[in-house]
């Protein structure tokens, strides 16, 4: 069988391999019922879900119909610029608060790109910042330092 786009047929991979490892530890917590759910069951079903499209998209990239393209080669420095901007974030958020943490959430992982511009960068964590505000402060009420240790 050709593998017509590796792109594809990997990620589909990927994404079942995710899925069926989510849902098989779901499976260590109580199911429920579709009417009265368990904590167990979004889990489990999410994964179901993912694996299912995941599914999807790996026979896609074995049809004729899509264009061949190859996996290019591992990129260390984008991985590590973004994964180490949300290590950074979680790091962060508490001595300088969450404005200061997002922006350089933002920062750190806008420099993994390689169209990378200040413009769009600083537009991104000014929404960013504006989003999370109204989303997690004001409308779920969660409890985060907004502002560094020293100002208070």
């Not at 991979?13 to 109580?30: H, K, N, P, R, S």
């Not at 990239?61 to 974030?89: E, M, W, Y």
């Amino acid at each position: 069988m050709l593998i017509k786009s590796q792109k594809d047929f990997w990620s589909g991979v990927m994404f079942i391999a995710i899925g069926l490892f989510f849902a098989w530890f779901a499976t260590d917590y109580q199911m429920g019922t579709a009417a009265r759910m368990g904590p167990g069951y979004f889990p489990f079903w999410l994964g179901i879900i993912i694996a299912v499209l995941g599914a999807l998209i790996g026979i896609g990239g074995l049809r004729r119909s899509t264009p061949a393209d190859k996996v290019g080669k591992f990129d260390f420095r984008v991985n590590i610029l973004v994964l180490g901007s949300a290590v950074l974030f979680g790091l962060l958020l508490r001595p300088l608060g969450l404005y200061a943490s997002l922006f350089v959430l933002v920062v750190v992982s806008s420099l993994a790109s390689h169209e990378f511009g200040w413009k769009v960068t600083l537009a991104n964590a000014v929404f960013l910042i504006l989003f999370s505000y109204f989303a997690f402060i004001r409308g779920l009420g969660l409890i985060f330092p907004l502002y560094p240790w020293f100002i208070g």
